[in-house]
């Protein structure tokens, strides 16, 4: 597969506001394919849909993957894209998600704004970049690390911007399995991600960073292959909702905190409502994050790491309250408010 480009169908359709013309449209893309062949090249193989999908409008980021399932097989990725205007300025906004047929997996919306139409055809550019997330197949694992085979990396990039996935790149992986009437079963691996380290050649050395000890284990009674997707976050809030595990009953009122994956300051997001609901907002630097949810401010009940931005369906996470060690907190913490006021003048 590192020999192999990427077939990308556009769908791009747009409000009436934004006066795409069939003129502007054609301009657009054509200036626009310029540059995909100036600063990307061969890794990226794009034709353009002459009828764009009904279902790319103002409200795609609620559309479910399953509408999308139509698609050509040969295509790899087919970019989803919206053009509207900014009442605010007049500034045409591009918004769209990429859908890859292989595990049929639809991204997180992605926005960018171009502020004059002069530059709209670069913007667009920059946009499909934020788009595209590279295919791999794991092909093995050592030490804490998997080893990836990206899809196109073999092919000449025509510069930076073309390389299909650099160090820092994070996937995701996907299990598909093959089941007993001979259909794919698509399974993404949960709270799991594959950050890149290092490149050689068409391989990539990923630090694993996961909520389990063995997260890529090949103890799976039916076939299947373990394939990566890459993954960049919107600019979308994730929504989790945190259960009891016993009775399912809402875990309010718990502290959650995130960090770094690698490492670094724990932040204080907040805390958990009356539903167990809270939103976590993706950070300034846009990477996978640890969160923890704490009982009186210090027992862990839960630890997992995830990526703020990817994705806007809410998460439904089962922890057991720990209700002893809770009580234990609020009782340690009443005795020192009992001696700081005893000892005050």
């Known amino acids: 597969i590192e020999e192999r480009p990427y077939r990308i169908q556009l769908h791009l359709a ?3 506001s934004a006066r795409l013309d069939g003129t502007g449209r054609r301009v657009l893309i054509e200036t626009w394919r310029e540059m995909v062949r100036r600063f990307v090249g061969e890794a990226w193989a794009v034709e353009v849909a002459e009828r ?3 279902l790319v409008n103002d409200r795609l980021e609620r559309v479910e993957a399953s509408a999308f399932q139509d698609f050509d097989p040969t295509v790899d990725k087919a970019w989803l894209v919206w053009v509207s205007l900014d009442p605010a300025d007049g500034g045409l906004v591009f918004s769209g998600r990429e859908y890859d047929t292989a595990t049929r997996w639809l991204g997180p919306l992605q926005r960018r704004k171009a502020p004059s139409p002069l530059d709209a055809p ?3 550019f920059r946009f499909t970049l934020d788009l595209f997330s590279p295919s791999a197949l794991i092909v093995g694992q050592e030490g804490g690390r998997a080893h990836l085979k990206v899809q196109g990396a073999a092919v000449p990039a025509a510069g930076e911007l073309g390389a299909v996935a650099a160090v820092g790149t994070t996937f995701i992986p996907i299990r598909l399995v093959t089941a007993r009437d001979e259909s794919i079963v698509v399974s993404r691996i949960a709270y ?6 290092s490149v050689d050649g068409a391989t990539a050395r990923c630090r694993i960073v996961s909520a389990f000890r063995d997260p890529l284990s090949q103890r799976v009674s039916r076939p299947n292959t373990l394939t990566a997707l890459g993954i960049k976050p919107g600019e979308s809030s994730l929504h989790l909702r945190f259960l009891n595990k016993k009775d399912h009953t809402p875990a309010a009122g718990y502290t959650l905190t995130e960090r770094a994956a690698t490492d670094g300051p724990v932040r204080e997001i907040g805390v958990t409502d009356r539903t167990g609901r809270i939103e976590v907002k993706p950070g300034v630097n846009r990477e996978v994050v640890r969160l923890r949810l704490l009982a009186g401010d210090s027992e862990p009940l839960a630890e997992f790491p995830i990526m703020p931005g990817e994705s ?19 009782r340690l913490e009443a005795l020192r408010d009992s001696i700081g006021d005893q000892v005050a003048p």
Do not use: G, M
Not at 318 to 327: I, R
């Open 192 to 197: 799991t991600y594959l950050t890149v380290e």
């Open 122 to 124: 670069r913007t667009f």
């Open 312 to 330: 806007v369906d809410e998460r439904e996470i089962a922890v057991d309250p720990l209700p002893t060690a809770a009580s234990f907190q609020v």
């Open 52 to 54: 764009p999908h009904p």
């Open 14 to 16: 747009s409000d009436v």
